[in-house]
C-alpha cells in the first residue's frame, strides 16, 4: 500500500514562508489527486489545496493568494509553498493521496506553528 513521507513543518513568524512536501512510495495504481489538509485542536480537518492528474488545483479561500500547490508527477511528490504565514494558519497539514478509483492515504501530519 501507499506510503507518505511528510516534511517541512515547523516554527516560523507571522509573515514568514515554510514549504511542505510529501512524496508517496508502493504506489500500484495512478494516483488522481494529492494535497493538504490542516486541523487545529478543536477544529475539523479541513481542505487546504489539492492537485489533480489534469493539474486542476483548489485552493481553501482562506489561503487563496498566499499558498500554492505544487506536483511532481515523475515523483509522486507534492509540495505545498505557503507564503505571508498568519497564527490561524497554526496547525497539523496532513498529506493526501486518492490512487486509483477508491483508494484514499493520509500522512502522519506536519505540525505548523505560526508567532505573532
Known amino acids: 500500500q501507499v506510503q507518505l513521507v511528510e516534511s517541512g513543518g515547523g516554527l516560523v513568524q507571522s509573515g514568514g514562508s515554510l514549504r511542505l512536501s510529501c512524496a508517496a512510495s508502493r504506489s500500484r495504481f495512478t494516483i488522481n489527486s494529492m494535497g493538504w489538509y490542516r486541523q487545529a485542536p478543536g477544529k475539523q480537518r479541513d481542505l487546504v489545496a489539492l492537485?489533480?492528474?489534469?493539474?486542476?488545483?483548489n485552493y481553501a479561500d482562506s489561503v487563496k493568494g498566499r499558498f500554492t500547490i505544487s506536483r511532481d508527477y515523475a515523483k509522486n511528490t507534492v509540495f505545498l509553498q505557503m507564503n505571508s504565514l498568519k497564527p490561524e494558519d497554526t496547525a497539523v497539514y496532513y498529506c493526501?493521496?486518492?490512487?486509483?478509483?477508491?483508494?484514499?492515504?493520509w500522512g502522519d501530519g506536519t505540525l505548523v506553528t505560526v508567532s505573532s
Open positions: 492537485i489533480f492528474q489534469n493539474g486542476l488545483t
Open positions: 493526501y493521496v486518492r490512487e486509483g478509483l477508491t483508494d484514499t492515504y
